[in-house]
């Protein structure tokens, strides 16, 4: 029988937060998978590994796939990526791809999976802690209560985002943007806070606008919310 | 030192998707409110029992905030909650506050936690796997990809939610307006699919609007993507 390709969410940064299937998961299989050319070096496993040791011991698989904004040689480097798992997948070994967060939000793991399902492979996904909530929880600060909606939305491709809908919003990834989101957010009269590597030994958290450095890095999440 | 409310997550239904933070914090204090009349009778608490079966033997403190729509009647149950929560704060106990899925997205423990820290109380939150992901993760479906804003909309409280702006939707506990939620995603050309009890042993998926029957419960999630 061929093998499963999991999906496998790390959370947000700290080791802790993931959650027991994932670490029991990971514990039962050899073979791990990560977006990157060299596993040893991403971010994911270096959060998974300190919750489980084992992982060093593994064989490590990367899936070389750069963040481009050319649709075709995006289309390329994915196909590359799943045909390196799914020669693992008809050895009838399982496949244990991690991914940060969680794996159906701005995850690597669904270009992958798209392909992986259509030739046939069986997938399955194992929910991790989505950044946001764990920014959320730094904060001390709620996302929605009662009949707030909440947007989310993936500042890092695009600054001129409504900000005028109903409810609270979420800047995913807003490092690389950061003057243009600043300027927008400012004309709203939206509460801003950010957080900067959440969970990381390097977390910034920044309570004002004012605040928020020009060149915040990548792994920088915006709340923004109604007075 | 006055001790500390911890608003720890527990998941949506799967006690295995209870992070490893949670686990330890409850392990370590003996202290637990969570929200309802009887403690060992909510769904919060039979969740984190399976994965902690030392909850059994720790200190339950019921908050009784019954789900109604009068303001007046909900800050006065809010108000209730809490003084009963500070009482053993003062005595230098933590309490931890065990909470369904995150303790920031539509929590009760965000009633709770407004007025604890107003009076002057430390609060920490410990994310959970929101059951919005494991809804996902069950359909096999990412919830969001690339540029896809991704928007949150409590169904519970109002049927007429705009479903068109750009990006795909997540109703939650649609349960008791089934019927007249159902009419508004018809008038879409969103790709309807639905999981019920997520991650609890009565589980039922549908991946078509027409087998969403109208009675379905409260622990109803639906995800609306575009085509």
Known sequence: MPGILYGIGVGPGDPELMTLKAVRIIKENSVIACPGTNVKETTAFKIAVKAVPELEEKELVPIDMPMV???EEQRKSHK???ELIEKYLAEEQNVIFLTLGDPTIYSTFSYIQHIVENDGYKIKIVSGIPSF????AALNTSLAEWTE???IIPAVHQTNFD???PGNYILMKSGSKMVSVKERLKKSSLNISMVENCGMPNEKKYENIEDIPDDAGYFSLIIAKKQ
């Open 69 to 71: 904004m050319d649709k």
């Open 80 to 82: 590359r990526g799943a």
């Open 133 to 136: 909530c764990a920014a959320a």
């Open 149 to 151: 909606p909440l947007h």
């Open 163 to 165: 900000l005028d809908m």
